[in-house]
C-alpha cells in the first residue's frame, strides 16, 4: 500500500491515519455482527479493544485485513483498501492474489498461534517474506534472527513448535508477523489461550512493540495491560463502539452505564 497514493484526501482523512473504519457493517444471514463501528488509529498509537464475548470485537479485526468481507461502511489501511479497487466511485473486488498482495503489509497475530508445526521456528519467520514478498534467504534469515532475539527466543530458532511452551509460541507467531515489515499489527486476544503464569511473557513484547512505535489494534481481556499501553481504549458490545478515548479516563470514569457495567465485572 502506498499512502502517497492513497485515498485519505478523496475521504477527507487526516494523512496521519493507518486504520480508518466509518460505520462498518457486518451480517451473517440474519445475525446483524456489526451495527455501524467507527474508528480512528493514527500511525504509531495503540489501539485496544475491549468488551464482552460476541460483542464484534474479532469481527471488526477480520474486517480490517479483509478476512471477513464488510457489508457495509468505508475501510482504508494506510488510505487504501485492502480487498478492494475504487474504480469512477464503485468498488470493486480484488482477485485472491491481489488481496493477499495488499494483506502482506498487516500482520496478524491469532488465539491459537497458527505456526507451521513441520518447520522450525526459524523457518516459520522466513517461509512468508520469501514466498510472498520474494525476498532472498539470507536476508530473510538475517532478519529473522534479530526478531527471535528482540522477542527472547534466539536460542530456539531450530526448536519446532510442538517443543515450546504457549507462550513461546506465541512470541514466535509475533516475530513472524513482524518478519514481513507490516504497517499495521493486529492482535485477536493474543494471550486467551495461555496459562496465566505465561501471560507477562507475552505482554511484555507486546509492550516493547508499542514503545518502538508500531501500530498495533490489539483486541484483548487484559485490562490492565490496555490501560497502561494503549494510546485509545475502546468498549465494544452489541455491535458498535459504545465509548472510546482516553484508557485512564475510560477505566477510571467512564461515561457510559454500560461500560461501567462492564468494568465492575471484569477488574
Do not use: W
Not at 41 to 67: D, W
Not at 218 to 240: K, N, S, Y
Amino acid at each position: 500500500m502506498n499512502a502517497s497514493a492513497g485515498h485519505h484526501a478523496r475521504f477527507g482523512i487526516d494523512p496521519t491515519t493507518m486504520v480508518y473504519a466509518s460505520g462498518i457493517r457486518k451480517s451473517y444471514g440474519n445475525l446483524d455482527v456489526l451495527k455501524g463501528v467507527d474508528l480512528v488509529v493514527p500511525t504509531g498509537s495503540v489501539a485496544c479493544i475491549i468488551g464482552p464475548s460476541g460483542s464484534g470485537k474479532s469481527t471488526f479485526l477480520r474486517c480490517i485485513n479483509h478476512l471477513e468481507e464488510i457489508n457495509g461502511g468505508l475501510m482504508l489501511v494506510d488510505g487504501d483498501f485492502v480487498g478492494y479497487r475504487l474504480e469512477r466511485d464503485r468498488l470493486y473486488e480484488l482477485p485472491p492474489a491481489a488481496i493477499c498482495e495488499r494483506r502482506a503489509d498487516i500482520g496478524m497475530v491469532f488465539q491459537q498461534f497458527n505456526l507451521f508445526p513441520h518447520m522450525t521456528v526459524l523457518e516459520n519467520l522466513v517461509e512468508a517474506p520469501v514466498r510472498v514478498r520474494g525476498e532472498p534467504v539470507k536476508d530473510a534469515t538475517a532478519r529473522a534472527l534479530v526478531l527471535l532475539e528482540r522477542v527472547g527466543l534466539a536460542e530456539k530458532r531450530a526448536a519446532y513448535p510442538r517443543q515450546l511452551s504457549g507462550g513461546q509460541q506465541q512470541r514466535v507467531a509475533i516475530a513472524r508477523a513482524l518478519a514481513m515489515n507490516p504497517k499495521v499489527l493486529l492482535f485477536d486476544e493474543p494471550t486467551s489461550a495461555l496459562d496465566p503464569e505465561l501471560v507477562g511473557e507475552v505482554l511484555e513484547v507486546m509492550k516493547d512493540l508499542a514503545l518502538g512505535g508500531i501500530t498495533m489494534v490489539v483486541v484483548t481481556h487484559e485490562i490492565g495491560f490496555a490501560r497502561e499501553v494503549a494510546d485509545q481504549l475502546v468498549f465494544m458490545d452489541g455491535g458498535v463502539v459504545v465509548e472510546a478515548g482516553d484508557p485512564v479516563e475510560i477505566t477510571t470514569n467512564p461515561r457510559s452505564p454500560r461500560t461501567r457495567e462492564f468494568l465492575a465485572r471484569v477488574l
